[in-house]
C-alpha cells in the first residue's frame, strides 16, 4: 500500500508527458495547426446552416440554429475524435510502449484529453461568436449541462479502447469503424432533432447514446428543447459498462498486442 502514492505520482507525469507529446503530433503536423480544428468546425456548421436556410426551416424548438448546430458537432467531434484516435493510439507509439512506465492505456487517456478539451475550447470560442453577434445563449441546467462534458469523454475512451481491443482480433475492425462511423454521423442528431421524427422512428433513434448525449447538451441549453425520450441513466448506464467493458479487454489484449 505504501507504493501506491508512487505508482499514482508515476502515472501522472507519465500521463502529462504524453498529453505534451500529443499536442504537438495531433494536428501539429497540419500547416494550420490547432486553428484546423476550429476550421472544421466552422465549415460542417455553416454547410448545414446554408442548408437549412435554403429549405427555411424554422429555429428548432426555439433553439438559435448557431447553438443547435455548435452543439450538435461538438458532441459529435469529441466522440468520433476520441474512438478514431484510441483505435490508431497503439500503432502510432509503438517505440514509447517500450518504457515499463507507458502503457496502451496512457496513450489513449492522454489522446482523449487532449481532443476532449480542444473541442470543448473550440466550442466555447464558437458560442462567444455567437454570443457577439447577439445569438441567445441560454443555460437551463448547469447539472445536466456538466454531467453531459462528464460522460463525453468517458464514453468516447470506453468506445475507442472496446474497439482498440477487439482490432486485435479482428483486424478488419479498423477499416469497419471509419465506415459504421460516417453513417453514425447522420443518425446521432448532429444536425436534426428527434422530436421531429413519429414516435416510433424516434424511439429507435433513442437508442444511440450519442443521439442522447448531443439531445441532453442541447436541452441543458434550452428552456424550451423537448426532453421526451431522453434519459441520463440511460446514458450513464451505457457509458459505465463500455468504459468497464473496454478497460476490462484492453488490459486482456496487451500481452497479445506484445507478440
Known amino acids: 500500500m505504501g507504493s501506491l502514492p508512487q505508482a499514482f505520482i508515476v502515472q501522472k507525469r507519465v500521463i502529462l508527458a504524453l498529453i505534451l507529446r500529443e499536442v504537438h503530433t495531433i494536428y501539429g503536423d497540419a500547416r494550420l495547426g490547432y486553428l484546423w480544428v476550429l476550421i472544421q468546425s466552422v465549415f460542417g456548421i455553416g454547410v448545414f446552416w446554408a442548408v437549412r436556410s435554403f429549405l427555411r426551416a424554422q429555429d428548432p424548438h426555439g433553439m438559435p440554429v448557431a ?20 483505435m490508431s493510439a497503439v500503432r502510432a507509439n509503438i517505440p514509447l510502449l517500450t518504457f515499463p512506465q507507458v502503457t496502451e492505456l496512457d496513450v489513449m487517456l492522454s489522446r482523449v484529453l487532449v481532443i476532449y478539451v480542444t473541442q470543448l475550447l473550440v466550442s466555447v470560442i464558437l458560442l462567444g461568436i455567437a454570443i457577439s453577434f447577439d445569438i441567445e445563449v441560454e443555460l437551463y441546467s448547469t447539472g445536466l449541462l456538466l ?85 441520463l441513466t440511460y446514458v450513464s448506464a451505457i457509458t459505465l459498462g463500455v468504459l468497464c467493458l473496454g478497460l476490462l479487454l484492453e488490459r486482456y489484449v496487451r500481452s497479445r498486442r506484445e507478440r
Open 67 to 86: 447553438v443547435f448546430l455548435i452543439v450538435g458537432f461538438g458532441v459529435w467531434y469529441v466522440i468520433s475524435d476520441c474512438i478514431n484516435k484510441c
Open 147 to 231: 454531467a453531459c462534458l462528464a460522460l463525453l469523454p468517458l464514453f468516447g475512451l470506453g468506445c475507442g479502447s472496446l474497439l482498440s481491443a477487439l482490432a486485435v482480433f479482428i483486424p478488419a475492425l479498423d477499416r469497419i469503424v471509419p465506415l459504421v462511423m460516417r453513417l453514425l454521423f447522420f443518425l446521432s442528431g448532429v444536425f436534426f432533432s428527434v422530436s421531429s421524427f413519429t414516435k416510433d422512428i424516434a424511439d429507435a433513434l433513442s437508442y444511440n447514446p450519442i443521439l442522447q448525449l448531443v439531445e441532453l447538451s442541447r436541452c441543458a441549453l434550452s428552456f424550451s428543447y423537448p426532453r421526451d425520450g431522453l434519459s
